[in-house]
Nanobody
């Protein structure tokens, strides 16, 4: 019903910036929430940022003030602008869509972000 494809990951130095993109296709206008998660090796997956279809946003304390989630008017693509990157930001970043009804979720396959000097 919804397909998500992440892009924009790569290697960046500490203090640098990177912008991730999530392209959605299918029942785009039935999406209620778009979110970015990340998972580092040996750690649990955690919520990074989310945005409702009304534009409300939520951020993890660890990224607040450094990361910004945004989207195009058509709800796709969804972006994650990452500034002042730290080595602890290194992880696979995943895009998730939550549908308006039924709590159905869709996940992308992820994109790797490596912050290293």
């Amino acid at each position: 019903q919804v397909q998500l494809v992440e892009s924009g990951g790569g290697l960046v130095q500490p203090g640098g910036s990177l912008r991730l993109s999530c392209a959605a296709s299918g029942s785009i206008f039935s999406i209620y929430v778009m979110a970015w998660y990340r998972q580092a090796p040996g750690k649990q997956r955690e919520l990074v940022a989310s945005m409702s279809n009304g534009g409300s946003t939520n951020y993890a304390d660890s990224v607040k003030g450094r990361f910004t989630i945004s989207r195009a008017n058509a709800k796709t693509p969804v972006y994650l602008q990452m500034n002042s990157l730290k080595p602890e930001d290194t992880a696979v970043y995943y895009c998730k869509a939550i549908m308006m009804t039924g709590g159905i979720e869709y996940w992308g396959k992820g994109t790797l972000v490596t912050v290293s000097s």
